[in-house]
């Protein structure tokens, strides 16, 4: 089965870019898209957005001017990375694996990190 | 963007009660709706999706319905591993969005 695990800073100063990697093991890489979805505390979930193994994204419109999202294949590896962080952008971040077609539901997701804002 | 409005935010119910959770899209999405269930720390976990299909390995109690713009979750005989936030996530369309979540307690 597909497992998926997240890496990276858990605190970020203000105005700086947020920077996740995300492992996957154990499936094809190129079955899903593989996304970034958020959860500040105590709140509902966003979706970030997702790459295809090719390279092709797909991006939030609330935090496209933001954010970009990379993948490297030789590694089994998506990374996220925010920039200009505030205070808005603490959350737990999750990666996933999303189904590809019309099937956009998320399945796995990674155990999720989470990422403070320092002032 | 397609908003998600779930109802209630929280229901309170014993151990062997019926619990339905509604969903509803503020417009249509046909049966491309998925509900996640997510237990405090945890990752959120995938249920049902295209609105009445049974992950595996998830129990029979749970099940959804609905289409186009209303959808319930349903969970017929309450036990308390069920206590959770639930979410429902449209597939419609982009961007992806989910409901605010309904919080289910055992009493």
């Known amino acids: 089965q597909v497992q998926l695990h997240e890496s990276g800073p858990g605190l970020v100063k203000a105005s700086e870019t947020l920077s996740l990697t995300c492992t996957v093991s154990?499936?094809?890489?190129?079955?899903?898209?593989w996304s970034w979805i958020r959860q500040p505390p105590g709140k509902g979930l966003e979706w970030i957005g997702y790459?295809?193994?090719?390279?092709?994204?797909n991006y939030n419109p609330s935090l496209r001017s933001r954010i970009t999202i990379s993948v490297d294949t030789s590694k089994n590896q998506f990374s996220l990375k925010l920039s200009s962080v505030t205070a808005a952008d603490r959350a737990v971040y999750y990666c996933?694996?999303?189904?590809?077609?019309?099937?956009?539901?998320?399945?796995?997701w990674g155990p999720g990190t989470l990422v403070t804002v320092s002032s | 963007d397609i908003q998600m409005t779930q109802s209630p935010s929280s229901v309170s119910a014993s151990v062997g009660d019926r619990v339905t959770i509604s969903c509803r899209a503020s417009q249509g999405i046909s049966s491309w709706l998925a509900w996640y269930q997510q237990k405090p720390g945890k990752a959120p976990k995938l249920l049902i999706y295209?609105?009445?299909s049974l992950q595996s390995g998830v129990p029979s109690r749970f099940s959804g319905s609905g289409s186009g713009t209303d959808f319930t979750l349903t969970i017929s005989s309450l036990q308390p591993e069920d206590s959770a936030t639930y979410y429902c996530q449209q597939a419609n369309s982009f961007p992806l969005t989910f409901g605010g979540g309904t919080k289910v307690e055992i009493k």
């Open positions: 996933a694996a999303c189904g590809m077609g019309r099937t956009n539901w998320f399945d796995p």
């Open positions: 295209a609105a009445s």
């Open positions: 790459i295809y193994y090719s390279g092709n994204t």
């Open positions: 154990g499936g094809s890489f190129s079955n899903y898209y």
